[in-house]
């Protein structure tokens, strides 16, 4: 069990049942009753600290603290090599193959296409050995300057514990003191 002051969530928590973009959520367990299916905190970086609700709507994904969704694995969700490959499916195949290290981050990094908008681009990320992946993400483009504009890195805690951190793209130089202050911070929230 986890606990949060009230002040991180820009959103409410989602529960077990139907989503809060279904008619009848309302009527879905809530509390300790029910089965948490995600929640969703914004912190100021790096305190880690509650930010400000005006902030994340105002500078949406461009956010300039952390968002971070936090979910219990239910399903396969948290194979970080299946989530890579999917990543890279509108790819050539030989894409992973030009990925880069850089030291500052400890990532590896290549540009591949979106997913979705093909004729877009995304940069690639992961942390460690393809066998063997710590965490793995991606930054959305944009035509308009700056083209890549948020980043969304995810990983595993505590084996069942699937985090996404919502970040800039500057942040990513600094990824494992985010990824480190983020498990602390959830270590903290134990109860």
């Known amino acids: ?24 959520f309302i009527y879905n367990k809530k509390g300790c009753d029910a089965n948490l299916v995600s929640v969703f905190l914004s912190m100021t970086w790096p305190e880690l600290d509650p930010a400000d609700d005006s902030l994340v709507f105002r500078q ?5 603290g952390l968002l971070v969704a936090v979910a219990p694995i239910t399903a396969r969700e948290g194979d970080l090599r299946r989530q890579l490959e999917f990543l890279l499916r509108k790819s050539p195949a030989e894409t992973i193959t030009l990925a880069e290290y850089d030291e500052s981050s400890s990532l590896y990094r290549v540009e591949a296409r979106d997913t979705v908008f093909e004729n877009h681009k995304k940069l690639i990320y992961w942390q460690g050995e393809l066998d063997d992946l710590a965490a793995v993400g991606y930054c959305s483009w944009r035509p308009k300057v700056p083209n890549y504009y948020s980043c969304r890195m995810t990983f595993v805690v505590f084996g069942d514990v699937l985090v996404k951190v919502i970040m800039r793209p500057d942040k990513l130089v600094r990824w494992l003191e ?3 202050s983020v498990v602390d911070f959830l270590i903290n929230s134990r109860r």
Do not use: A, I, Q, T
């Open 1 to 24: 069990m986890y606990k949060f002051s009230r002040l991180y969530f820009p959103f409410w928590p989602e529960y077990e049942g139907k989503s809060s973009f279904d008619p009848g």
């Open 60 to 64: 949406g994904l461009e956010h300039e």
């Open 178 to 180: 985010v990824r480190r």
